[in-house]
């Protein structure tokens, strides 16, 4: 019996102070989660101007918007081009090598007026830099690559708190209406130590899920070699030869292209790889789990379809890495998903704030037992 509570006790211990260790950074991470999970809309709703155009004519070929572009930042190079998504949506232009910082730009694409720019980069909680900024800080606590790892060293801690967490909470006898009812009227205690282990036992699930997703981007030197080594997967693309690339019929002509090998999609980005003689077309399907696209299609400069990439043609290494950010992000499951994920990140908040709240009460009750003897 005693091999038992001690036993019991080590995990409690462990699982008290692994989560005051990385307490810190999963507020942050699980707040700034919640706070770009409608990162367009929000970002949308703070810069409206940037986003938002009227309607005009015909709008211009996205080669004119690139000189346009090119006029103004006259030292960058466009890499990549988010498409307008309907006739009130401005195109966004993606550049390297601007002096200045700016790289991303919001253009009229009616009449080709420069709407804005920014330094993605940029430390900021300005409105035309917020969103940016938090996402960094998501991801990388705005540290680089050395707090992409930090925060991937957490999130397995995390989820060695959380494993503990369901063990040390999971119901005697399956007495599961216990465990997840909160009683008000017990005291403050019992009221933190209710709340403490229902939504960490009712969130569990998700956060195992999120984590072990997270885990594909803040530890992907790790990750991603092991899931290849088990998982088969699609070798990169890369152009066998230029012979069929040297026309440059220019970026509308790749949109128009890939849309001919699949009329059934719309387009979402076009990433310029002209120095290597192709383009690559995000098309997405209607009812995709992510809003990113799905079909990758690899457009030659001279327009030639040179290869395609879609979903049934995944290999299972290549399906497991597509399903990453839509479960990641809770957009498997539409507008409800992104809802769920939101309010979710606000779950270790509440959970660091009654743990460390009944910690601190249980050192102020020892404290006080230790004086009276």
């Known amino acids: 019996m005693r091999n038992i509570i001690f036993r019991r006790r080590?995990?409690?211990?462990?699982?008290?102070?692994?989560?005051?260790?990385?307490?810190?950074?999963?507020?942050?991470?699980?707040?700034?989660?919640?706070?770009?999970?409608?990162?367009?809309?929000?970002?949308?709703?703070?810069?409206?101007?940037?986003?938002?155009?009227?309607?005009?004519?015909?709008?211009?070929?996205?080669?004119?918007?690139?000189?346009q572009v090119l006029q103004t930042y006259p030292t960058a190079k466009v890499h990549g081009i988010i498409l307008a998504k309907d006739n009130t949506s401005?195109?966004?232009?993606?550049?390297?090598?601007?002096?200045?910082?700016?790289?991303?730009?919001?253009?009229?694409?009616?009449?080709?007026?420069?709407?804005?720019?920014?330094?993605?980069?940029?430390?900021?909680?300005a409105r035309s830099h917020l969103m940016p900024f938090l996402y960094r800080l998501h991801y990388s606590l705005g540290l680089g690559s050395f707090g992409k790892?930090?925060?991937?060293?957490?999130?397995?801690?995390?989820?060695?708190?959380?494993?503990?967490?369901?063990?040390?909470?999971?119901?005697?006898?399956?007495?599961?209406?216990?465990?997840?009812?909160?009683?008000?009227?017990?005291?403050?205690?019992?009221?933190?130590?209710?709340?403490?282990?229902?939504?960490?036992?009712?969130?569990?699930v998700l956060f195992l899920l999120i984590l072990w997703t997270g885990l594909w981007w803040n530890m992907d030197v790790v990750i991603r070699p092991v899931i290849t080594s088990i998982f088969p997967v699609t070798p990169t693309f890369h152009l066998a030869s230029k012979a069929v690339s040297q026309v440059g019929n220019g970026f509308n002509k790749a949109v128009e292209a890939a849309l001919e090998v699949r009329p059934d999609s719309e387009a979402y980005y076009l990433r310029n790889h002209s120095e290597k003689g192709f383009y690559t077309v995000y098309l997405r399907e209607k009812g995709s789990a992510g809003p990113y696209g799905n079909i990758f299609v690899f457009v030659g400069l001279d327009g030639t379809i040179l290869?395609?990439?879609?979903?049934?043609?995944?290999?299972?290494?290549?399906?497991?890495?597509?399903?990453q950010l839509p479960l990641h992000t809770g957009q498997f499951l539409g507008i409800s998903g992104r809802i769920i994920w939101m309010v979710t990140g606000f779950i270790p908040l509440l959970l660091t704030i009654t743990g460390v709240a009944l910690w601190l009460r249980k050192v102020r009750l020892q404290n006080l037992k230790r004086n009276i003897n």
């Open 10 to 67: 080590f995990w409690v211990l462990l699982h008290r102070w692994v989560g005051v260790f990385i307490l810190l950074f999963i507020v942050i991470a699980g707040l700034t989660g919640s706070a770009i999970a409608f990162w367009r809309a929000a970002d949308q709703w703070l810069n409206p101007a940037w986003y938002l155009v009227d309607v005009g004519d015909d709008p211009q070929l996205l080669k004119t918007l690139s000189e």
């Open 90 to 125: 401005s195109v966004i232009f993606y550049l390297a090598g601007e002096p200045t910082g700016i790289d991303e730009v919001f253009i009229n694409p009616y009449t080709g007026q420069i709407l804005g720019g920014r330094d993605i980069d940029r430390t900021s909680l």
């Open 149 to 204: 790892y930090l925060l991937g060293v957490v999130t397995v801690l995390w989820l060695v708190v959380t494993l503990i967490g369901i063990w040390l909470a999971w119901p005697k006898k399956n007495k599961w209406q216990k465990v997840l009812s909160i009683k008000y009227t017990a005291g403050s205690s019992r009221l933190l130590f209710d709340l403490h282990r229902s939504f960490g036992l009712i969130f569990s």
């Open 307 to 323: 290869h395609v990439d879609e979903p049934q043609n995944n290999l299972s290494g290549d399906s497991y890495a597509a399903w």
